[in-house]
């Protein structure tokens, strides 16, 4: 798991809540138009983080990252909660900090896609609910206890490269590694992944706002676990060195951000849950 730099009674809503909740939506329409503008598939956080992490010819993710896996899991929290099947328990007197919040389940709709269902049925089905440092821990199978090992969400990686085929971006082979044959999934279609990593720079770049609160919660989101799971670098290494600069420095402006006061500003359920992870992380 990666290390990150380790950087309140949340405020009344202001009068003004219900507009700037819309304006919230707006953005996130928005996001959503330049996606279709792009012609670009609708990837699920996972799969835009596997990518990212994936060696383009070769076909898996460097053996040295093991930051991934963990940041995988925390994508499925977010991408739940982006889509409205759980939230992160309201700021009360006693459970002021995020990680004394518990993630709590709110609808059981499908999602249409297997690995969320499957994570989203352990969360409906705990009692009593569980926190984010716990879940990413449960979803990663890093627990001692027995009891729980169930919750473990296994083969992420491979099942995610596997949609990443059916979608068109990937293609499956087996490669030789002198003593074991290993399953490997190369880039079949270049465009996907250059929108994506264009539209990383972008956010960090052209279309830096200075301000948390002004990214669609997908944008924060993305940018975030990119780091937490050691791929960010991947898709700056391209920029010439100037803009690298910039773009890194602004990423850290992020990512020293102290977690809970970011998200006592905030009024977008998405926004408190990828603070409430990325605070899980500074902690580990």
């Avoid at 304006?23 to 699920?44: G, I």
């Avoid at 590694?177 to 539209?199: A, Y």
């Avoid at 898709?235 to 010439?240: C, F, R």
Wanted: include cysteine; glycine fraction near 4%.
């Amino acid at each position: 798991m990666t290390t990150l730099t380790k950087r309140n009674r949340r405020p009344d809503a202001p009068a003004d809540g219900e507009l700037k909740e819309e304006e919230e939506k707006k953005r996130e329409a928005s996001d959503e138009e330049q996606d279709s503008d792009s012609k670009s598939l609708r990837l699920t956080l996972m799969e835009e983080i596997l990518l990212l992490g994936l060696k383009d010819k070769e076909g898996y993710t460097s053996f040295w990252n093991d930051s991934i896996s963990s940041g995988l899991r925390g994508c499925i929290l977010v991408e739940l909660t982006l889509r409205g099947r759980i939230y992160l328990e309201p700021q009360s007197s006693r459970r002021r900090k995020l990680l004394d919040r518990k993630v709590l389940f709110k609808s059981a709709a499908p999602t249409g896609d297997v690995l969320l269902d499957e994570a989203l049925k352990h969360i409906k089905s705990t009692e009593p609910p569980e926190d984010v440092t716990n879940w990413i821990e449960l979803l990663t199978g890093e627990t001692w206890n027995p009891l729980k090992l169930h919750y473990q969400m296994r083969n992420m990686r491979e099942r995610l490269a596997k949609n990443l085929v059916e979608k068109g971006v990937l293609t499956t082979e087996k490669q030789n590694f002198l003593l074991f044959d290993m399953t490997t999934h190369p880039m079949t279609d270049s465009r996907e992944k250059e929108r994506l990593v264009q539209r990383l720079q972008d956010s960090l770049l052209d279309r830096w706002t200075n301000d948390p609160r002004r990214m669609t919660s997908r944008t924060l989101a993305l940018i975030l676990l990119a780091h937490i799971s050691d791929v960010l670098e991947n898709a700056l290494s391209t920029l010439p060195d100037e803009r690298y600069e910039l773009a890194s420095s602004r990423s850290r402006s992020l990512l020293e951000a102290e977690p809970d006061l970011e998200s006592a500003r905030v009024m977008s359920p998405a926004h408190e849950m990828i603070w409430a992870i990325l605070a899980a992380f500074n902690k580990s």
